[in-house]
């Protein structure tokens, strides 16, 4: 039976542009149900067929392949490889038993990447307002003009808008810590302080993973607290703007908590917030290596997480993967 145009046209060859040639070549591509991810230097792009929008083909029309751009940051960036990469690089199911679904965890990766980029977007916007009126001040104070108080407007909507973004990229880590522990009545809604104790119980209290869970919890905690003040116009919070004092020195904006079980003294608002994205990435990078190392496959040859040697590592910034002891130094897995 002769074929219909569709069917020639859906699986017929083809070739297709990626991007542009400014942001690098292309590292690795891989099929994620239907979905293809293409991991440039600089860039990421999703790549989906025509058949899995239109499965019964019924549109001539549509395009063999449609790519659309995910993020203008690739394999150079720290914070790629500290969430997508390392999590494709840990979380498949040669490696993690088969209860848990790796496919959806590495695309959560994606949408983990998505929030902590918006939150250093947001962080080098309030930073670049800072730098701006600071130098204003400056050079009006050495041609001896009359001095005005430099001042970061809408500063506490500026705060707002930062700390939602931080408790978006809680939520989407206990999404992800959720795929593996859905057993222990770990919800989405759940958070650290509640998935400590499950592994507190599970593992015990001298166990790596619970002790570095315990190490964040407190930065945790603090993080939502300032989101809930800031949201909810509590005066457990207090960003004060640009201060001066008796001596006439400025000082730069700060941040402080003062909530019933958590406090933060008051600190540097700007070191708090790149401090803060620094934090992101450490507990991102950490937590997938832990979940990797807890759910991974018992039933082949004896695998375990490691930290890559720099002198072995496929990408500069990823610190972990799955390791074997197979020939001299082992066999590292990326």
């Known amino acids: 039976m002769d074929k219909r145009l569709i069917d020639k046209i859906r699986e017929s060859g083809g070739h297709a542009d990626i991007g542009t040639a400014e942001e690098g070549a292309i590292v690795e591509m891989k099929n994620y149900d239907g979905r293809l991810i293409i991991l440039k230097e600089k860039a990421i792009y999703?790549?989906?067929?025509?058949?899995?929008?239109?499965?019964?083909?019924?549109?001539?029309?549509?395009?063999?392949?449609?790519?659309?751009?995910?993020?203008?940051?690739?394999?150079?960036?720290?914070?790629?490889?500290?969430?997508f990469i390392i999590a494709k690089t840990l979380l498949n199911n040669d490696h993690i038993i088969e209860e848990v679904n790796c496919n959806e965890i590495v695309y959560l990766s994606i949408n983990l990447l998505e929030e902590i980029n918006q939150l250093?977007?947001?962080?080098?916007?309030?930073?670049?307002?800072?730098?701006?009126?600071?130098?204003?001040?400056?050079?009006?104070?050495?041609?001896?003009?009359?001095?005005?108080?430099?001042?970061?407007?809408?500063?506490?909507?500026?705060?707002?808008?930062?700390?939602?973004?931080?408790?978006?990229?809680?939520?989407?880590?206990?999404?992800?810590?959720?795929?593996?522990?859905?057993?222990?009545?770990l919800t989405k809604q759940s958070h650290f302080p509640k998935f400590l104790e499950i592994i507190v119980e599970k593992y015990g209290e001298e166990d790596q993973f619970v002790l570095f869970i315990s190490s964040i919890l407190k930065f945790m905690e603090i993080l939502r607290e300032l989101r809930n003040g800031f949201d909810h116009r509590l005066n457990t919070v207090k960003a004060t703007n640009f201060d001066i004092q008796k001596d006439g020195n400025i000082i730069s904006p700060t941040i402080e908590l003062n909530h019933k079980t958590v406090k933060l003294e008051r600190t540097d608002l700007l070191q708090f917030l790149e401090c803060t994205l620094q934090n992101f990435l450490l507990i991102a990078e950490n937590t997938f290596a832990f979940l990797a190392e807890k759910h991974k496959r018992t039933d082949r040859l004896p695998i375990f997480v490691n930290e890559i040697p720099m002198e072995k590592r496929r990408y500069e910034n990823v610190s972990y993967c799955f390791w074997s002891n197979i020939g001299e130094g082992g066999f590292y897995m990326q």
């Open 120 to 185: 250093e977007r947001e962080i080098l916007n309030y930073k670049s307002d800072q730098d701006r009126v600071s130098e204003i001040y400056d050079q009006n104070r050495k041609k001896n003009q009359a001095l005005e108080v430099p001042s970061i407007t809408e500063l506490d909507s500026k705060c707002k808008t930062i700390f939602q973004k931080t408790d978006h990229i809680e939520q989407i880590l206990m999404v992800i810590i959720t795929n593996f522990y859905y057993k222990n009545k």
């Open 46 to 83: 999703e790549m989906v067929f025509a058949d899995f929008i239109d499965p019964d083909r019924t549109n001539e029309y549509l395009s063999p392949t449609i790519h659309k751009l995910i993020i203008n940051k690739g394999a150079d960036s720290p914070i790629v490889c500290k969430t």
